[in-house]
């Protein structure tokens, strides 16, 4: 990583330094930040000819080397500072909360008009929708782009910005044209390695955020954040790392929950972690205690799944939203022991 001494390199500053590390087989990716732009050598960073060089320019202040499988999401790395914000909430600073229908039904918007407000009422920041699902089974509703419109319609009335999941390179460009401000990548796919880096591509120079989920079958840590190193190393360091519940299942619920890893990627990762008990337990009456837990772990925020009428839903919605009383009584419970994990760590 290489730490210019001015907030970034010029142009010819840029050329050259790329010159050098393209001659070790290396490649230069910016990371623009908020108040510095600090360059990624992409490669093996190790040859000690090749930082020389670099360390003998005047305009470089230093070169840090992590040896790390993902030295752009590792909590030593000088991203450790890079702060995500969305819905007016910085994330590490106060309670994110994400909530919404599971599937948006384009038969009835109203519903998730509804919501949509009922949910701001009740204290989200961010409106979650599902335009295109990732059904277990081929002939159930597999999403549709009118939901699109209802997603985006829904942010224009509440003010919101807005979560939804894509699954191909064709639903990434829909939904980045429309202005979705943060893109999911779900269980399923956070392991697709070519999804992942067309995300990373197209998200490059932005200010959307990705939501990348545990995927179910994820083992170790260094699978999960190394997924979220794919999406990073193109130069939008916007991720968020969401467990959602791991397979098998713990008897009784729809996956087996791992809030419990959110202290283990604190010390990994800077990366921050909303945790969705909505999947983990798969059950509306489970979900208060899950997310409880999630915040009582550390979690930086929850995403949960809530409808106006949950039986009224569609996709996961009649077995797992909440209303949007619980979602009220979630949120208040949830930020009092957020305010008092973080009165007492001062912070993380
Ligand atoms: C969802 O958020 O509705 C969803 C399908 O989640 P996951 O990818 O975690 O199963
Ligand atoms: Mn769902």
């Given at each position: 990583m290489i730490l210019p001494k001015a907030a970034k390199l010029t142009p010819d500053q840029l050329q050259e330094v790329t010159a050098i590390v393209t001659e070790f087989g290396c490649r230069i990716h910016p990371i623009v930040g908020?108040?510095?732009?600090?360059?990624?050598?992409?490669?093996?960073?190790?040859?000690?000819?090749?930082?020389?060089?670099?360390?003998?320019?005047?305009?470089?202040?230093?070169?840090?080397?992590?040896?790390?499988?993902?030295?752009l999401m590792d909590s030593r790395s000088d991203l450790?500072?890079?702060?995500?914000?969305?819905?007016?909430v910085t994330l590490g600073e106060e309670l994110l909360v994400i909530a919404g229908h599971c599937t948006i039904d384009p038969k009835h918007p109203e519903y998730f008009y509804e919501t949509a407000h009922a949910v701001k009422e009740a204290?989200?920041?961010?409106?979650?929708?599902?335009?295109?699902?990732?059904?277990?089974n081929p002939y159930a509703f597999q999403g549709d782009d009118k939901s699109l419109d209802i997603l985006m319609e829904a942010s224009r009335r509440t003010g919101l910005p807005v979560d939804t999941e894509v699954m191909d390179e064709c639903q990434l460009k829909l939904a980045l044209d429309a202005g979705v401000h943060m893109l999911q990548v779900g269980a399923r796919n956070a392991l697709n390695y070519s999804l992942l880096r067309q995300i990373g591509a197209a998200?490059?120079?932005?200010?959307?955020?990705?939501?990348?989920?545990r995927?179910?079958?994820m083992g170790t840590l260094?699978?999960?954040?190394?997924?979220a190193e794919y999406i990073a190393n193109f130069g939008n360091p916007n991720i968020i790392l969401c467990p959602r519940g791991t397979a098998p299942a713990l008897d009784g619920y729809r996956n087996h929950p791992d809030e419990s890893i959110v202290p283990l990627l604190r010390e990994h990762t800077w990366a921050p972690v909303v945790v969705d008990p909505s999947h983990a337990v798969g059950k509306a009456s489970y979900v208060p205690a899950a997310a409880l837990a999630a915040?009582?772990?550390?979690a930086d925020g929850l995403c949960l799944e809530a409808h106006v009428q949950p039986s009224k839903g569609i996709?996961?919605?009649?077995?797992?939203?909440?209303t949007p009383d619980m979602l009220a009584a979630i949120i208040h419970r949830a930020r009092a022991i957020w305010d008092l994990n973080h009165a007492e760590t001062g912070g993380r």
């Open positions: 908020a108040l510095r732009t600090i360059y990624a050598i992409l490669g093996d960073e190790r040859d000690e000819l090749m930082i020389n060089r670099l360390e003998g320019l005047p305009y470089i202040e230093r070169i840090d080397r992590i040896q790390s499988p993902f030295k450790a500072t890079h702060r995500i914000r969305i819905g007016g204290g989200a920041r961010v409106l979650r929708g599902g335009v295109w699902k990732p059904r277990t998200v490059a120079g932005r200010a959307t955020i990705v939501l990348l989920k995927s179910l079958h260094n699978e999960f954040i190394s997924a915040i009582a772990y550390g996709g996961d919605d009649p077995k797992q939203a909440v």
